[in-house]
């Protein structure tokens, strides 16, 4: 298997959340203010770029504290990329909701780490 192939998976998620949470998106609003699907993609999202990172730090670079890191990671790329929508990019704003369904994406990654651990544990293609 090639060195560092789950830092490149999560790297590569990472890079598409920023290009999505940048790039000028022309979607019809037809949804109930404040939670809608695109929330739902936002959990999604960050619950994939928590899982992939926390693969990354346990087979790639043996980390003993990869679910902090994890955590501490997950939520400082959804808060900058809201900072940077509210502050640098005039056609987003910053969306608490966002924010918010970023975090229990996360959440959710927190709640399933455990089996994720004992999963990559016991894999044995690995």
Known sequence: MPR?????AAYSIGVFIVFLSTVALRLPIKEIP???VDKLAHGFAYFCFATSVFVALNLDWKL?????????SSFSLGLLLE?????LLSYRSFEVYDLLANTLGIVFFIFLSKRVKKLLSNAVFL
């Open 4 to 8: 560092y192939l789950f830092s490149i």
């Open 34 to 36: 404040g939670f809608g």
């Open 64 to 72: 003993e504290t990869a679910k902090k890191w994890t955590i501490i």
């Open 83 to 87: 900072i940077v929508q509210g502050s």
